[in-house]
């Protein structure tokens, strides 16, 4: 009686080990690399790249490139003055470009970014008709 016992003791913990290896050998494959996201850039910013900007308040600047292509580019933190600034800084590579590594400076302070994406126009402002 307790030999059966014992093998029963043995076999059971096996047999869930073979349930729980069926059930993922049934599981979707895990996808193939997706494609890497294109990083979002405006090349030769430092030589007339850059056609405009608008910030949205202390956290966003929109950023028109020389292709007429907008981009969004959100702080790593609050950039005091970046809402009312009339003037600034964009900080490039060493190739002149601007993307998410970037910077600017506002009123002195340097406003790291925090992402760098691609977006559509930002809508006109009555005032500004």
């Known amino acids: 009686m307790f030999r059966n016992t014992r093998k029963l003791a043995y076999a059971l913990p096996l047999l869930g080990l073979v349930t729980i290896a ?11 690399n997706p494609a890497p996201e294109k990083l979002a850039v405006i090349r030769f910013a430092d030589l007339g790249g850059i056609e405009n900007w608008r910030a ?12 007429n292509q907008w981009y969004k580019a959100e702080m790593m ?3 005091t003055g970046l809402g009312f600034a009339n003037t600034i800084g964009f900080v490039a590579d060493p190739m002149g470009d601007v993307d998410r590594f970037s910077s ?4 002195g302070q340097r406003c790291y970014f925090r992402n ?4 559509g126009a930002p ?7």
């Open 77 to 79: 933190g609050p950039c």
């Open 116 to 119: 760098f994406t691609k977006t």
């Open 104 to 107: 600017v400076y506002v009123d």
């Open 22 to 32: 069926g059930r993922f050998a049934h599981a979707d494959p895990v996808p193939a």
């Open 56 to 67: 949205v308040d202390d956290r966003t600047l929109l950023i028109e490139g020389h292709d």
């Open 123 to 129: 809508a006109r402002d009555a005032k500004t008709n």
